[in-house]
């Protein structure tokens, strides 16, 4: 399996990209309450270096994190001891029963598993009904088209006391994909060290996601923010509720 979010950039990517997990968690616990969902297990697919995960913790909820990064898992597994963490595509992974299943930041976008398409995204909301109890949520975000313009690449930088990351971006509007090719720079001793990683994200329109959802049962609610947390632009959320 190709590695993703490797060792430098899994650590830069939690020490300076760690906004989007700790502002949507405060949204995401209050929807759970909202829900009546109080205890019992989270399973996060896409959990990266356990930052929600920590929050979930924190809150009394059970979690098991599953990504296909193992320098991600690596760091989660340091930060959340308390927690059950599997190294795995989150479209192949086994879900068990569980009270909420989360996906946050795009998870479902990647293309890291080269058998992702609509079909299959499809079957994980049926596995996720299945594995949801009654009253359950499925509680993630998408990226849709709309992220750069037609024929425009974006480069910009983000950098940190030891760190360094370069990206550019580029959608196919025809297509609905966007590519994201990142260099990162990390600080090992004296010097600096280069990796370099191409990431591909298939977009996905919110409210032919909310179609797909409700036709496997779910009672849907798309949304711009967790809480007070604000998406980025062209970014949808969604609560999925189980009946009852």
């Known amino acids: 399996m190709e590695e993703w979010y490797k060792q430098d950039l899994a650590y830069i990517h939690d020490v300076g990209y760690s906004d989007y997990a700790l502002k949507s968690a405060p949204g995401i616990l209050e929807i759970l309450a909202q829900n009546n969902i109080h205890e019992g297990l989270i399973v996060e697919l896409g959990c990266g270096s356990g930052l929600s995960a920590l929050e979930f913790t924190k809150a009394n909820y059970r979690v098991l994190g599953i990504d296909i990064s193992e320098s991600m898992i690596a760091i989660a597994r340091t930060r959340v ?69 037609q024929g425009i690449t974006t480069k910009g930088f983000t950098e940190g006391k030891d760190w360094i990351v370069l990206v550019e971006k580029e959608e196919n509007q025809e297509q609905e994909t966007l590519s994201r090719r990142i260099i990162s720079f990390r600080q090992v001793g004296e010097h600096y060290r280069r990796d370099d990683e191409v990431h591909h994200l298939r977009l996905y329109k919110a409210t032919e996601i909310g179609e797909e959802l409700e036709q496997v049962g779910f ?23 189980k009946p009852i």
């Open 81 to 149: 001891p308390d927690a059950e963490f599997q190294i795995q595509s989150l479209f192949q992974a086994d879900i068990p029963l569980c009270n909420a299943v989360t996906s946050i930041s795009e998870c479902l976008n990647y293309l890291f598993d080269p058998e992702n398409n609509r079909q299959l995204l499809v079957q994980l909301f049926h596995r996720i009904y299945k594995a949801l109890a009654p009253g359950g949520i499925f509680l993630f975000d998408i990226a849709e088209p709309g992220q750069v313009d």
């Open 219 to 241: 009672q849907v609610q798309i949304m711009r923010s967790y809480g007070e947390y604000v998406l980025p632009k062209a970014h949808a959320a969604f609560i999925a509720r």
